[in-house]
């Protein structure tokens, strides 16, 4: 069962344009949720993070919104840049060391 | 920012030799991971280890793969024998904490198995 869930698998915006992906989880213990970003020929790399008690968290122009309520979250990338273009990872944690990840949004930014 | 480091960062092998993926992780982490991607896709956990042991291990980490940190040097993955589905690019990564997502994960080792 795949526990983390994302949407859409790609996704195209134009410079300057706000990127949203999103994210769904399944079980209620996860705690802590990373998004992490990668780009071709690299390893993934943690972006910003939330966890449940908070609905919000803003890094520039990365912000995550959180609804623990209906087990949502999503990103969203405001003034996206050609540099954003990337494959953005939702991940969760329930509270041990282990790390589940989603299938990953492919976005690409056109100038 | 600190860095992994994974040797090689591609091995072509036939089906059924035995390899093996070196990772260097971040000098004072103290917990290490191997994931594995399949096209850029999922990231699927394989196995974490700490102090010496495999703390959790996945089903994807079949018999045929094992993992060792020997003398504090390099973290390795082994696989004997490899079989094709085995195919893919293995992240190492690592971490100061546990229960804070901060991986730092490197650059991949990308094994095709033919």
């Known amino acids: 069962q795949q526990q983390v869930r994302q949407s859409p698998q790609s996704l195209t915006v134009w410079e300057g344009e706000t990127a949203i992906l999103n994210c769904s989880y399944e079980?209620?213990?996860?705690?802590?949720f990373p998004w992490y970003q990668q780009f071709p020929g690299e390893g993934p790399a943690l972006l910003i993070s939330?966890?449940?008690?908070?609905d919000k968290k803003e890094d520039g122009r990365f912000t995550i919104f959180f609804n623990k309520r209906e087990k949502k979250l999503s990103l969203h990338i405001t003034d996206s840049q050609p540099g954003d273009s990337a494959t953005y990872f939702c991940?969760?944690?329930?509270?041990?060391?282990?790390?589940?990840f989603g299938d990953g949004t492919q976005l690409v930014v056109k100038p | 920012g600190p860095k992994v480091l994974q040797i090689p960062s591609h091995q072509i092998i036939d089906m059924g030799q035995m390899v093996t993926l070196n990772c260097d992780p971040v000098?004072?982490?103290?917990?290490f991971y191997w994931y594995k991607q399949i096209l850029g896709q999922q990231m699927e956990f394989l196995v974490n280890?700490?102090?010496?042991?495999?703390?959790?291990k996945s089903k994807l980490f079949k018999d045929q793969f094992s993992v060792e940190r020997p003398d504090g040097s390099y973290f390795t993955l082994k696989i004997q024998p490899t079989a094709l589905e085995d195919s893919a690019v293995y992240f190492c990564?690592?971490?100061?904490?546990?229960?804070?997502?901060?991986?730092?994960f490197g650059e991949g080792s990308k094994l095709t198995v033919l």
């Open positions: 990564a690592s971490s100061l904490e546990q229960h804070t997502g901060q991986l730092y």
């Open positions: 079980d209620s213990t996860f705690n802590y």
């Open positions: 939330i966890r449940s008690v908070s």
């Open positions: 991940a969760a944690i329930p509270g041990n060391n282990r790390i589940f």
């Open positions: 000098s004072n982490h103290l917990y």
């Open positions: 280890f700490y102090n010496g042991k495999v703390m959790e």
